[in-house]
């Protein structure tokens, strides 16, 4: 297997979300204070209730006070922090890669681009010369090995218990990263508010309601459909579209599930697919005979959700945080009711 970015994009999108959690850890408890750094422009909400307990996979974690310098090392973490008013000093994501964690969503928040610190091999050393007094580590894939070095440089909020590697799922993850930063409340309403979001964008396009849909993707020559549990699939149900259970059988649990060349026509049934590959290859995509001759290609029924280049509506899915899929839901939705009318005159990829 190649080691490059888009082969470490790939696996992210479709095998190390669908891993088990391994193991059971046991509890601690921390409240590390780190040298004190050079002083930044504060980033923590006035209406904070500290000190501030949280427990997670690992044990519990003790914030003292408003943390001033937040790193978040989980994909995603970071959406949640400036969600609740505070804003990161580093970010992870995919280095010597296109990938950037820096998104229409989010990026206003940044008044200069932050460092962008490895995602998948964490830099203990980089990450300590930053002085931060407050990591996240949530929606990751942490081991209790990096756990315990990662809470003896500051105090470190691990994935929630009962949930898989990179997978949690909004409310847990946004209350969970709310919670750390004093502000449980307001991290509840944020999720309930999105969820109203989406209920209004139910009654406002009853178009979508009940139209079948699924998240289908290329990759080489390998095709895949990702199950009810990946957040793009999960996304597409908020807006109260089916997954048909052929489809969803496939994947059951999983993120994902390899989609053989016999069974691509599972996809031809469908009011709307949406595909995805690397930018670069879409015309391949399009070309490839399987999909060419598919009902769902003929009429105009499926949505390009790419993976690089300027469109950020795979990730703005895939993400599924409580800013991306606002983002989305502005976004993603036109598209989705170009794509499901059948019209092939009214194309969604333009």
């Known amino acids: 297997m190649r080691t490059d970015g888009t082969m470490q994009r790939r696996h992210f999108l479709s095998t190390l979300v669908g891993l088990t959690v391994a193991g059971t850890a046991a509890a601690c408890s921390n409240t590390t204070s780190a040298t004190e750094p050079a002083a930044v422009s504060p980033t923590a909400s006035t209406d904070a209730t500290f000190p501030a307990t949280v427990k997670h996979r690992y044990g519990t974690t003790t914030v003292p006070q408003a943390p001033q310098r937040i790193v978040t090392l989980g994909q995603t973490d970071h959406d949640a922090v400036i969600a609740l008013g505070s804003t990161p000093i ?41 002085g931060p007094d407050l990591i996240f580590a949530v929606m990751s894939g942490v081991t209790k090995g990096d756990y315990a070095k990662l809470s003896a440089i500051a105090p ?70 990702l199950g009810a549990s990946a957040p793009r699939t999960q996304f597409l149900l908020d807006l109260g579209m089916t997954l048909p259970a052929p489809l969803g059988d496939l994947a059951g649990k999983e993120y994902n599930a390899p989609l053989s060349s016999e069974r691509v026509d599972l996809l031809d049934s469908l009011d709307v697919v949406i595909w995805t590959t690397e930018h670069d290859a879409t015309k391949g995509l399009l070309d490839n005979k399987l999909v060419r001759n598919l009902r769902t290609t003929k009429e105009g029924r499926y949505v390009l959700a790419s993976n690089g280049g300027n469109d950020d509506l795979l ?29 092939p005159a009214t194309n969604p990829n333009i």
């Not at 509840?188 to 849909?213: H, I, M, Y």
Request: hydrophobic fraction near 50%; charge should be negative.
């Open 90 to 130: 580093a970010l992870a994501g995919f280095v010597d890669s296109t990938y950037s964690p820096l998104r229409p969503w989010n990026e206003d928040a940044f008044t200069t681009e932050p460092p962008v610190l490895n995602m998948l091999e964490i830099e203990f050393e980089k990450l300590a010369a930053l």
């Open 315 to 343: 990730y703005s899915m895939d993400w599924g945080s409580i800013l991306s899929h606002r983002w989305a839901l502005e976004n993603a939705v036109p598209r989705l009711l170009l794509a499901a009318d059948g019209d």
């Open 156 to 225: 470190t909020v691990a994935q929630p218990v009962d949930y898989q590697d990179w997978a949690v799922p909004l409310r847990p993850h946004t209350e969970l990263i709310g919670a750390a930063l004093g502000r449980a409340e307001a991290a509840g309403t944020l999720v309930t508010d999105l969820e109203g979001a989406f209920a209004t964008a139910r009654q406002e396009n009853p178009a979508l309601v009940g139209k079948s849909a699924a998240c289908a993707e290329l990759w080489d020559a390998d095709f895949a459909v």
